[in-house]
Every structure is written in C-alpha cells, then in structure tokens.
C-alpha cells in the first residue's frame, strides 16, 4: 500500500506485479502501459509513449504519477506495523472510554456515566449496521457469493465445481459475520482480514492481482469505517471529556488517558485515510510513511487546539455551546455543498456525504474537492483561529477566577501553541513530503500523460487516429514505428497476445472521478462485485478502463460498458 513519494522506490504489499516475478503483469491490467510501462496511460497510449520512445527507456515519473517499479520486499513489515498500530489505537480509544463510563458509574455520575456509553455505543452500532449492510451487499444478490458457493443459489449452482461447500459452510459463514458485528468487533475483523490478505498479495505468485484487489477493498471499507465512526465518537467524546475535567477542576488520569486516545484515534484515522486514498489511485503518487508521521502530528495539533477552545467554552455555556456547533455545521456543509464535490455516485448520496463532511470541519480541515486547496484552506483556518480567540475569549471573561486562575493561562497558551505547531508541521508537510511534490524532472512521457489523465484536449494539429510527432524525433523513428509500438486510446478488437493472454477489461462509461474522490469501483458495490466474480473465475488479470471524457469520438466504439 506504501509507494514513495520522496524521491525513492514504492514500497508495500499493495503491489501490481511481485519482485521475483520474470513477466509483467498482461496488457489488459490495471496500471500498466504496454508501451511507456508507466501508469499514466489509463486508458490506452496515445502522444505520451512517443515521450518514451525518445529516451529508449522507461520515462522518469512526473507530478502526479505513480512510478510502477518494483518494490522492495522490506516495505512488508511497515505496512504490516501501521495496520497492527491502527488495530492498537482502535482498542486504546475504545477500551479507555468503556473503562471511564465503568468509573464514572462506580462513582454514581450517572450522568457523566450515560453520556460516555451513549457516545461509544451510538456511533459504534451505527458503524457496524452499515459494515454488515455492505457484507449482505457483496455476497449476495448475484456477487461474490454465488461464485464461493456463499449463497444458497451458488452452493446449489456451483456444487460440482467447488464440493464440499455445501449448508453447513455457508451457514458457519453467515453466523460469523453476525457474530462478529454483534460483538462490535467489524472492524477488528476487517483489520485482521486486510493484514491477511496484504501479505498474501505480495507472498502468492499465483492469482496475485486477486488478493490485491481483495485487500484494497477490504482497507477502503476499514477505512470508511473508522473515519465515520471517529467523528461519530471519539470527537464528541474528547470535547466531553475535556469539558467534565474543567468543570470540576480536576483531572483524572483514567480521563487523562481516554483524550489522549480520542485525539490519537481523530490524527491517525486521518492520515491512514488519506494515504490510502492516494494509494487507491494509480493516478497520484502515493503518501510515504514519513509524509503520513507529518500529517498526523500536523491533525494531532490542530485538533488539540480545536477541542480544547470547544471544551472551555462549553465549560460554561452548554445551551450557546450546541447553538454554536449547529450554526458552524450549517455553514461548513453549505460551503462543501457550493464548491460541487464529487465523491458519490448519486446526488443524494452527495448530499448526505456533504453533511458528513461539514461535521468533521468542526474539528478540522478536510480536503474533498480537486485542484489548489490554499486558498481554501487559508480561508478555513482563518475562520477556526477567528472561532478559537472568540471562544476562549469569552470563557476567559466569565470565568470564576478562584476556581480557574491556576490553569486559566496555561490552558489559552495551549490553545494557540497548538494551532501555531500545528500550522508549521502543515507548511512542512507540503513543502517537503507532500506526495504532488516534483523530485524528479518530469520527461515528455509524464507530460503527455499528464496532460491525457486530466482531461486536456490533444493539440488541434493532432488528427484523431494519429498521434502528433514531435520535432525532436530522430530520424530513424517513422510514423510507422510509431503507430505500430503506440496502442489506440480504446481497444476495441484484442491484439493476439504474444506472451500471457489478456484478462477481460471492464469498460466504465463514465469519465474517472479526480482525486481525492473514490474511483466507481471502491464506491459503487455492483462494480466491486464484478472485478471480484471476474478475478475469482479467470485466471488471468481484470482490467479496468473509464471514458476519457474529451475523446468523446471514441465513444462509439464502446463496445459493452458498466
């Protein structure tokens, strides 16, 4: 899942082709271009291999291309490390808060006891409901399940091909995942299974590109999971938290230790969700792990300074407090709203991830539209700075001097210490470990590539069947070499294959969505269920393919789309 972003090679068992491998992966593969050999070109070769074929090699990766060099087997154990951490926090977050509500209860704060519970049971019912709804939806209704013999249908279908798979297996399959989401333990069990099959896709030659795909689904959803469960609970609980140890002007090392591992559990869902949104896509670079350490001091510090501005106020003023959170929400979700995202695949589902989003900007930045996101987010850390000084003003103001004076400073300092560290390590984080950040001169290939990805038209000299020749080309590359190596941007009738057969491709007849939203096939179910069905019963590779949204004359020459 790891790839380097930093000037060296990618990394992680999240890889297209294994590093002993003699061949590459077949043409029809996701990622692999069978001229330039890089990721770029998504949707076929076009003016980008010429690039390559000037240089006689593989093109240097430019900003915002992956490169597809195999990656070293020592990269294993940090992706290993950072999902058994995950798994580490998740217990500390969860287990420190049950064990508070118990506190609380012993002590007869039945109200302090109700509001823990409710803020850990809520959300986590929640999460697991919608974990099980997408199990239901993956192994039925004509998915994944009829070909393991997981269904009824499938078992009775499918008996002869796979024995043994009869009632009983699928009965024992069935009660697991219930159990397992009635324990609250979804997640876990998600965790467990993506570190499973990460180390499968790097370690089986054989049916590789099956357990890669399985394990990047399987992180999606794990990921998904946890970001809308942290939000749902680990923030409101740590503005709790927070808000009991002020008013009663003490602080307990069990309250101590449940924050701690609130504000832990919002920083580090974050930055594993962003890094594997950018390794989810061969379009971007991916995030090293010292670019994801960066990013999660950069959410550790500015959430702390956040909650800890929310917790004075709401020390003492609870009816303002909920008034304030409503009207912040309200315009955060209208602000995501007007800037026209495009994560989901209905509207509706649009809308309901927009107002989402608006409750994570309650506590913090987080980036769902495409392009420069300076201006954004300078405009949204002007306003929270803006919301902190009136806060803390105000709790300042009216506060009881005798019960506050031995904290009353130290706490303001933290406040803006917090966002003033949490700023820089942004400013650090973008300026060196950023994953769009060009350590190396792009060639004509990433350009052209780039260009392509984007969706820039070609030059208007460029005829559709002919890429245009550049006017460096030595002599000895003809039009003809070039039109025989550079394969067109839709492949309508498949070329004979020289070494491996080609795998079906699975055509989407929609423009790919830009980074940072999900592409179709992590979002929409139904396309999930076909890239699994097709690499379960073929051996060869599934690739993936989106209409280029400017080449619209290649359209009629679609031949089946999804």
Known sequence: MAAQSDGGKAGGFAQLYDVDAEEPLDSAAIHI?????????????????????LGGGQPIGGVGIRETHCPPREQLWLDCLWIILALLVFFWDVGTDLCLAVDYYQRQDYLWFGLTLFFVLVPSVLVQILSFRWFVQDYTGGGLGEV????????????????????????????????????QLGQVWRYIRTLYLGIMSRRQKEHQRRWYWAMMFEYADVNMLRLLETFLESAPQLVLQLCIMIQENRAETLQCISSLGSLLSLAWVLASYHKLLRDSRDDQRSMSYRGALLHLFWRLFTISSRVLSLALFASLFHIYFGIFVVVHWCA????????GTDFCMSKWEEVLFNMVVGIVYIFCWFN???GRTRYRMVAYYTVVLAENTILTGLWYAYRDPVLTDSYAVPALCGVYLTFAGGVLVMLLYYGFLHPAINHLQPSP????????????????????????????MTKSQTEEDVAETCLPVFQVRSVPPTSKPEGPLIKIDMPRKR???????????RLRRTINILQYITPAAVGIRYRDGPLLYELLQYESSL
């Open 33 to 53: 271009c069978q001229c330039c050999r890089t990721s770029a070109c998504y949707w076929g070769c076009r003016s980008a291999c010429l690039g390559s074929l």
């Open 148 to 183: 393991e013999g997981l269904t009824k249908r499938g078992a009775v279908a499918l008996g002869c091909l796979y024995p043994g798979r009869d009632r009983l297996q699928l009965a024992t399959i069935w009660l697991w995942q219930a159990t397992i989401h009635i324990l």
């Open 332 to 339: 955060m979700a209208f602000w995501v709203v007007h800037g």
């Open 368 to 370: 769902v539209k495409e």
């Open 445 to 472: 290939a990433s350009s052209c590539c780039a260009q392509l990805l984007w969706g820039l038209p070609l030059p208007p000299s460029a005829p559709p069947t002919a890429p245009p020749t550049p006017a460096h």
């Open 515 to 525: 980074y940072p939203a999900w592409d179709a096939h992590y979002v929409d179910r």
